[in-house]
């Protein structure tokens, strides 16, 4: 197994790409996607003259950088140390493929001169990374279910991944409505042009998919959450459904005010963090009905709950 000291630097990673993925929602927010026009370097130099859009990039990229060299080095330690999983040892692969593919797309979003697909696929793979993260972590950890608890029926493992693909499905169409400069395709809510569903092509076809989708969002996870007030379940399983299911709410909140406020840049970074918190609760969830063990099934463990203020 790893060190303690070796958990908390990966819980480091955890918090350091969670803030890397808000940070790029503030660096398009702030219109600083181009601001260092090449790439890798900006401006021809390592570290540009400052300005305010050009810093935003610029610290983007050192950020990424910074994310980029902690993935490698704990991923080849976790790669090469034995006891630990081949789960583990996959999603280290996985975490390090995902950082090589997003320097490139880091690149083409510049070269590219900002393409929506292009955009929407690095916002993509950063949650790939940070769901990647984020397993490998909880993993480590080996923080399990209340050893009362048995399982949960399998109709709630398969909700659990349902509500982790919908977020997931939820998060692609926002980059898609961010990079396509949609989000103010439709200038009030809840109607769009004065109907529910104008129209489902188009820029605010784009709009209004992403809505419908935030309230089968909600109503998903709500489904989740109720089912396990109602059934009794685990504890932990409730308290990181009502997480999710506060997230969603306050993340409708956020896209509301997006709209009313004409996407104000501090409530987009918000919104973007949100969503990213969301898909973070809305895992550890799936995990612990799917994978967790209890905490009397794992060798040398004490009978009681490992709980920290942190991701898991």
Same mark, same amino acid.
């Given at each position: ?29 702030? @219109? ?16 540009? @003259? ?23 080095? =704990? ?37 590219? =001169? ?26 480590? %950890? ?53 109907? =529910? ?8 076809? =784009? ?35 009502? %997480? ?57 463990? %004490? ?10």
């Amino acid at each position: 197994m790893v060190s303690e000291r070796f958990l908390r630097a990966y819980r480091f990673l955890c918090y350091e790409v969670l803030f890397l993925i808000a940070f790029g929602g503030s660096v398009r927010a702030m @219109d600083a996607g181009l601001a260092c026009p090449d790439w890798p370097l900006c401006f021809g130099q390592y570290i540009p @003259d400052f300005h305010i859009q050009v810093y935003f990039e610029f610290i983007h990229r050192v950020l990424a950088g910074t994310v980029g060299l902690l993935v490698a080095g =704990l991923g080849f330690y976790l790669i090469f140390k034995k006891g630990v999983s081949t789960l583990v040892k996959v999603l280290s692969g996985v975490s390090m493929v995902a950082v090589l593919a997003q320097i490139v797309l880091g690149g083409l979003t510049v070269l590219m =001169l900002l393409h929506e697909s292009v955009v929407a696929a690095h916002l993509v793979l950063a949650t790939v990374l940070f769901a990647s993260v984020l397993w490998i972590y909880w993993d480590l %950890r080996r923080v399990a279910v209340a050893p009362t608890t048995a399982s949960a029926p399998l109709w709630q493992k398969t909700l659990s991944i349902v509500v982790v693909g919908v977020v997931w499905l939820q998060i692609l169409i926002g980059g898609l409505v961010a990079s396509n400069y949609a989000g103010m395709a439709c200038p009030s809510f809840p109607l769009c042009h004065g109907k =529910l569903i104008p129209t489902l092509s188009g820029l605010v076809g =784009l709009q209004v998919i992403h809505r419908l989708v935030a309230y089968l969002c909600i109503a998903v996870i709500f489904v989740l959450w109720l089912s396990l007030l109602k059934t009794k379940a685990d504890p932990n399983f409730r308290k990181w459904a009502g %997480r999710a299911m506060i997230a969603v709410l306050l993340q409708v909140g956020l896209g509301i005010a997006n709209v009313l406020f004409v996407i104000p840049p501090l409530i987009t970074v918000l919104h973007l963090a949100v969503a990213t918190y969301l898909l973070g609760a809305t895992l550890r969830v799936s995990y612990l009905m799917i994978w967790a063990k209890p905490v009397a099934h794992l060798p040398g463990a %004490r009978e009681q709950l490992v709980e920290k203020p942190q991701f898991g």
